[in-house]
């Protein structure tokens, strides 16, 4: 019997661990097969909310944030690279961090227009397969067609500051439920997992609400 399966996935499309962590979940998606019928939401996470627009070196970035030395971001991203592999995400040179609070308005706008999580999926691609800037308007309207959204309507969206307000509102909630780190995945509005995990582990996790679901 297929039993409904709501998903809300909070992230930022800066973070690499939300890259892995969407591929991870959509691996495990698909070995349920018809056992559910999923919906995903994507809310708004921002990781660098202070980010200017010409953005800042990944080095430098995160040698601040956490301490490390070149040397050790390097090997951390070579771990990512080979985690994303694994889940089927194939990391590129990224270089710089940015700014993404408009693609979080962009994917806003996507979601009322049904086209949500292919957008994500994009712009995870685009970010951290292809080092493109999310924070560059003309690359969010080229994403934005890429999936089939208006471009024209798009470019409205951002140059107009439409979705700011909803936004923010989103992010406090997502604060005020006390959600600090991404991914954060919510399933069924009551079980949280967080974090890049294996698809192994967000298929147990799975099961085990569906069984704890099918009990009520």
């Not at 690499?16 to 919906?39: F, K, M, N």
């Not at 994009?122 to 969010?140: C, F, N, R």
Request: aromatic share 6%; with cysteine.
């Amino acid at each position: 019997m297929t039993q409904p399966l709501r998903i809300d996935f909070i992230s930022d499309i800066s973070c690499p661990w939300c890259a892995i962590g969407l591929s991870s979940l959509q691996l495990a998606l698909s070995r349920l097969g018809d056992a559910v019928e999923v919906e995903i939401a994507v809310h708004p996470f921002e990781l660098n909310p202070d980010m200017g627009p010409e953005g800042e070196s990944i080095v430098e970035y995160l040698g601040k944030k956490y301490g490390r030395t070149a040397e050790q971001i390097a090997e951390t991203q070579a771990m990512i690279r080979d985690r994303g592999a694994s889940v089927g995400f194939a990391f590129g040179p990224r270089t710089r961090v940015y700014n993404t609070f408009d693609a979080h308005r962009l994917l806003h706008w996507a979601g009322l227009e049904g086209r949500q999580l292919p957008l994500k999926l994009a712009l995870l691609k685009a970010y951290h397969g292809e080092g493109q800037d999310p924070s560059d308007q003309d690359v969010l309207v080229d994403v934005a067609e890429s999936v089939g959204l208006d471009g024209a309507r798009a470019r409205q969206v951002l140059q107009g500051g439409d979705y700011a307000d909803e936004v923010r509102e989103a992010e406090r909630e997502n604060q005020s439920m006390g959600i600090s780190s991404v991914p954060a995945i919510i399933f069924n509005r009551r079980y949280l997992v967080t974090g890049g995990q294996p698809a192994e582990a967000f298929e147990q996790a799975i099961h085990s609400i569906l069984a704890e679901t099918a009990k009520e």
